[in-house]
């Protein structure tokens, strides 16, 4: 598999991943009782972006790692998802 196809699919589980991890840990204004006048209560009270990065880094490397040994090393791919129809031939 050329290294530019591992990147792209790489980046776009990253992607998913970073939607996911969002909200892990987050505490919002109202919650710290401190809410910025201006700003929506739900706001993150501390954003921490570098966490974030991190964790979605090592959860999307961890899921990408996965996929790959499954599809390049053992062969399964789309084709090997069970048909959830019934087979009429």
Do not use: C
Request: charged share 15%; hydrophobic share 55%.
């Amino acid at each position: 598999m050329p290294l530019f196809s591992l990147f792209a699919v790489y980046f776009i589980i990253w992607w998913i991943t970073l939607f996911a991890v969002l909200p892990f840990g987050l505490r919002t204004q109202a919650e710290e009782n401190d809410v910025v006048p201006g700003s929506v209560e739900s706001a993150p009270a501390r954003f921490r972006a570098g966490r974030i990065l991190l964790v979605t880094t090592l959860v999307a490397a961890a899921i990408h790692a996965a996929w790959y040994v499954l599809s390049v090393k053992f062969g399964y791919g789309f084709d090997a998802i069970p048909q959830f129809y019934p087979d009429f031939d």
